[in-house]
């Protein structure tokens, strides 16, 4: 267990730092450091200070320090002794409104950064506009007292990618702010990138280790393609390689007794269709006719476990902890709604918890193997996917034989499920875990920067 040292802020102008006598034995330490900010200072042991750190208003205003009394964890470099870490939520989509500053994302912000005293760490929210560049500063969003509050603080000892869809992540004046924090100044980034469903499958695919959880997927390429597929396991899913929410999701199926192909999915205005076709032509040219099919992809469809006669498949959330450890945070199931191709909630899907729909032999067994497939896929994708991860969601499904399928993983995953009142200790649990590896990565900065700069 890492220990925190709540930070004091002492009423004299002293560059003087009372602190631990343990935390000075057998080091040098001259400065003290927060975010990018340091002072060169005296340091001495105060025997009466097992769990806090005496800094005076002179040191506090220099390293910009604003005093929440959140305890907070200690890390050393060379000479410093850092108080940390300070961890920059980067974002998009701010608001004029002080109750509201972030838009209808407020909510999940608020709650993000209020799990600051129980990890040990100081969180805040910015965007683009909030970055003073020249005074090497950010006016941070935070969150204290159930109160927004506008702070200016030094650069972050790491930032965490909270960009709220593709076309933000894609403005070049963002991806321009990202590597100019990532190059610049050496500031680790973590959960940079929305993923591609075809190039996710396509890293996956070359894992010996999570090959047997991967349906077969491929580009639309022809008709022909998708016939085969169909001819081979009786039903496809055509969805877009960037979709979302399982907006774009078609369901085809092909009925050999009669030579009727079926596509289920949901038009423009919300409502679920099931349509017949005589041919495979037919309903692409009319099912498709304003979409282009380059952006799509074919997936082999699974006869899933079902609840009530409807489809289940599962979302797993996984996190890395403080010690950079991979951990099943939340799971729960999904139940497709009635006539949906898709289990979103959206398309009139369910969230129940696995023992509302399972016996407990059923329960202990399935659960055991979605959390071992989640762990293997993503250590697989820790392993091949560019960039630093820190939480995944993943869609599993499990088909009535017990074999655990991958539909899609998330990089930023929605937090819909914890809308059910037995997943309340998840939620916290992920939105724990999200800042806590900010404090691996602020300490493999400073003590292996080659393994997080490479």
């Not at 004091?8 to 000075?24: G, I, K, R, Y």
């Not at 280790?209 to 077969?216: D, I, R």
């Not at 289920?264 to 040219?285: A, I, P, T």
């Not at 392993?383 to 995944?392: D, L, W, Y």
């Amino acid at each position: 267990m890492r220990k925190h040292y709540l930070i004091e802020v002492a009423q004299n102008d002293q560059l003087v730092v009372f602190c631990p006598p343990s935390l000075l034995s057998d080091k040098e330490i001259t400065r003290i450091a927060f975010g990018s900010r340091s002072i060169e200072v005296d340091f001495i042991p105060h025997p009466e200070q097992n769990d806090r750190i005496s800094i005076s208003r002179e040191i506090q205003k220099a390293i910009q320090f604003p005093s929440f009394n959140t305890p907070l964890h200690v890390f050393f470099d060379n000479q410093s002794l850092i108080i940390g870490p300070l961890v920059g939520i980067f974002t998009a989509g701010f608001t004029s409104l002080a109750m509201e500053p972030i838009g209808a994302r407020t909510l999940f912000f608020s709650k993000l950064l209020s799990v600051n005293k129980m990890v040990g760490a100081l969180p805040f929210v910015f965007e683009e506009q909030h970055i003073d560049w020249a005074q090497g500063t950010i006016e941070g969003y935070f969150f204290h007292n159930n109160v927004w509050k506008t702070i200016e603080v030094p650069f972050p000892n790491v930032i965490y990618d909270r960009l709220p869809n593709r076309r933000s992540e894609s403005n070049p004046k963002l991806i321009k702010v990202r590597e100019r924090l990532q190059k610049e100044y050496l500031i680790p980034w973590y959960n940079p990138g929305f993923f591609n469903k075809l190039d996710i499958h396509e890293k996956l695919v070359q894992d010996a280790s999570v090959g047997n959880f991967l349906p077969e997927t491929l580009p639309f390429t022809s008709f022909s393609s998708i016939e085969k597929m169909l001819s081979d396991h009786g039903h496809v899913f055509i969805k877009p390689k960037n979709g979302s929410l399982g907006l774009g999701v078609h369901q085809i199926i092909y009925d050999k007794h009669n030579d009727d192909y079926f596509c289920r999915y949901q038009d423009e205005s919300g409502v679920n269709r099931l349509r017949k076709f005589s041919s495979l032509e037919r309903l692409m040219s009319i099912v498709f006719a304003n979409q282009s099919l380059e952006r799509m992809l074919v997936q082999q469809g699974i006869n899933l476990l079902r609840c009530e006669s409807r489809p289940i498949d599962f979302r797993i959330h996984t996190n890395k902890d403080d010690l950079g450890n991979w951990h099943v945070s939340a799971i729960a199931a999904k139940i497709a709604g009635p006539g949906s191709v898709t289990t979103h909630k959206r398309s009139g899907g369910d969230i129940k918890t696995i023992e509302e729909i399972f016996s407990n032999k059923e329960c202990t067994l399935y659960t055991e193997r979605l959390s071992n497939a989640a762990l293997l896929l993503s250590n697989s994708l820790d392993r091949n996917v560019e960039g630093i991860i820190g939480e995944i969601g993943f869609d599993l499904g499990i088909d009535r034989n017990g074999d655990v399928w991958l539909f899609e993983a998330n990089s930023k995953p929605g937090r819909t499920i914890f809308t059910h009142p037995e997943l309340k200790d998840f939620d916290l649990l992920t939105r724990k875990l999200s800042i806590a590896f900010a404090i691996f990565l602020t300490e493999q900065s400073l003590l292996h920067p080659e393994e997080i700069f490479k």
